[in-house]
């Protein structure tokens, strides 16, 4: 990102990795109409950040980095509407005190059996994630407190 304040030039440069690995065990099932169902999955795991920062402000150069993890433990709701058809709620809570928290939440649409593989289902939909991280004082002080938001896409496999 670039940008011009009172005459300086300045850039900025984040690199941002995410990885949140988990498990999830279906608790609860009901048949819905004639050829549906809705279950209840709960699941935990722990969401691992990694954030790099580079700022130039005229001649002069800004570099901060961290990584963290923060546990967390949600929910999901998923409506199967018929063999290939869903719609499906994902939401999640995490935090290690007051200096690193996050909320995340999911709305998909669903369809199964994508591209003959009965194992696969392709999803679009929609997230918000919200993650809030302090560490450090002073100019060795690292804070994110970020909203990634927006819509999203992919392909889900079952083993």
Do not use: C
């Amino acid at each position: 990102q670039k940008s011009h304040v009172d005459g300086v030039k300045i850039k900025t440069t984040t690199t941002f990795k995410l990885l949140a690995p988990g498990v999830a065990y279906t608790v609860f099932k009901m048949p819905f109409l004639a050829k549906g169902q809705f279950s209840i999955t709960p699941y935990l795991g722990a969401r691992y950040t990694y954030n790099k920062v580079k700022m130039k402000a005229g001649g002069t150069h800004f570099r901060n980095h961290d990584s963290w993890l923060t546990p967390y433990i949600g929910a999901r709701f998923t409506l199967d509407w018929n063999q290939h058809w869903l719609t499906e709620l994902a939401t999640d809570m995490g935090a290690t005190g007051e200096n690193n928290y996050s909320t995340n939440t999911q709305v998909f649409v669903g369809y199964k059996d994508f591209m003959g593989m009965d194992n696969a289902t392709l999803y679009v939909g929609y997230r918000y994630l919200h993650q809030y991280y302090k560490d450090g004082h002073g100019a060795k002080q690292f804070k994110w407190d970020m909203k990634l938001f927006g819509p999203i896409a992919g392909v889900s496999f079952t083993f």
